[in-house]
């Protein structure tokens, strides 16, 4: 069965940075597309991120894009979305999902797999 766990996330200050990891298991990380996506208190699941399976294509919310980077490494059985110049808005629970084959959809119901999510919180 796949697994996902995220690392990385912490506390950090309007202008920082964050390196969000997710460590993929139970099936060839290659055959999935991965996403990123965040809670915020009272709010509803967004989407943030998403590569296909090769790495070679990526899509963003218009509200991350130009701060946050996607990425992964099929050797290494992860994925990564690298947070730049973060703001108090950013403040969230963040997941990272998995969906096999080669679409890489922004709806949340797409994904099959889920992570345990990590807390980014960006104090102002």
């Known amino acids: 069965q796949v697994q996902l766990v995220e690392s990385g996330g912490g506390l950090v200050q309007a202008g920082g940075s964050l390196r969000l990891s997710c460590a993929f298991s139970?099936?060839?990380?290659?055959?999935?597309?991965m996403g990123w996506f965040r809670q915020a208190p009272g709010k509803e699941r967004e989407f943030v991120a998403v590569i296909n399976w090769s790495g070679g294509g990526t899509s963003y919310a218009h509200s991350v894009k130009g701060r946050f980077t996607i990425s992964r490494d099929n050797a290494k059985n992860t994925g990564y979305l690298q947070m730049n110049s973060l703001k108090p808005e950013d403040t969230a629970v963040y997941y990272c999902?998995?969906?096999?084959?080669?679409?890489?959809?922004?709806?949340?119901?797409?994904?099959?797999?889920w992570g345990q999510g990590t807390q980014v919180t960006v104090s102002s």
């Open positions: 139970g099936r060839t990380f290659s055959s999935y597309g």
């Open positions: 999902a998995a969906r096999l084959g080669s679409a890489w959809p922004i709806a949340a119901d797409e994904y099959n797999y």
